[in-house]
């Protein structure tokens, strides 16, 4: 595949429990969703993000990125990509979904996961990182971290926000040492086909007990193929993860890097 066959969609909602009106926060700058978008221009020519916000829409047209505006009703960020998919009208073959708390993502990345449609039997893709053992034990228990395990075809076997596997036999902290386990990195990237199946399939009884939308696809028999990256991403949640990605943008910017 090349560069023709991939659309980018960052799904960016205002209202949020936990940080209201976080894709318009600034950070050096430029709003949050202006970085996503402009980090996944780098590698993507097709790039819309799909809001039921007026005010993120006035926003993204100020700066002159394309916009999409969807549904206000969608439980998932997977729906709201799928509806602008199809209003876009460019029946490009694969969908990459973008979040849009994200605005530090790699070009890499995204470069990583396209790689994945390279095999033509690739339904699904997303990405891990490798859990280092400098991580800590407390990274690797932590819940709001799921964990993938693999099978040796590089596709997703289960994500967890427990820890998978359990080493028997050695104690919680020896088990980075002991065994490579796998973060799971939340970008998505989907055949337009499998994708419009996906969104009509109703919530599974795995994914309701790890609230993890992806086991529904697994549960349902799609096949998930995994690309590995060794970076890390800074999803913003909160306005402390705010603080953070602000100091992360200042070191990086002190080292001569442009974001």
Not at 178 to 185: E, G
Not at 196 to 204: C, F, G, M, V, Y
Not at 222 to 247: C, F, H, N, S, W
């Amino acid at each position: 595949m090349d560069k023709s066959d991939f659309i980018g969609i960052i799904p960016a909602r205002y209202a949020s429990s936990r940080f209201p009106g976080k894709p318009l926060v600034k950070i050096g700058g430029k709003s949050m969703i202006q970085r996503v978008y402009e980090q996944v221009s780098k590698v993507l020519d097709c790039v819309y993000v799909a809001t039921d916000d007026t005010r993120i829409s006035e926003a993204v047209t100020a700066f002159g990125g394309k916009v999409m505006m969807t549904s206000d009703q969608h439980k998932s960020g997977t729906d709201r990509c799928f509806e602008a998919y199809v209003k876009s009208g460019t029946g490009r073959r694969v969908i990459v979904n973008i979040q849009g708390d994200e605005p530090f993502i790699q070009p890499k990345q995204i470069e990583r996961l396209c790689a994945c449609f390279d095999d033509p039997e690739t339904q699904l893709a997303t990405l891990v990182k490798p859990f280092k053992a400098e991580d800590g034990v407390e990274a690797l228990f932590n819940p709001n971290t799921p964990k993938v395990v693999l099978n040796k075809n590089s596709e997703a076997i289960y994500f967890s926000r427990s820890v998978i596997p359990y080493k028997r036999g050695a104690e919680e902290k020896e088990w980075l040492s002991r065994h490579q386990y796998y973060k799971h990195i939340g970008l998505y990237a989907y055949r337009s086909d499998v994708l419009a199946e996906i969104t009509k399939l109703p919530q599974s009884s795995l994914e309701l007990a790890e609230s993890l939308e992806q086991l529904r696809w697994i549960e349902n028999g799609y096949k998930i193929k995994v690309g590995i990256t060794e970076m890390e991403t800074i999803g913003i949640d909160t306005p402390d993860d705010l603080l953070r990605a602000e100091q992360f943008l200042r070191s990086r910017e002190q080292q001569g890097e442009s974001f």
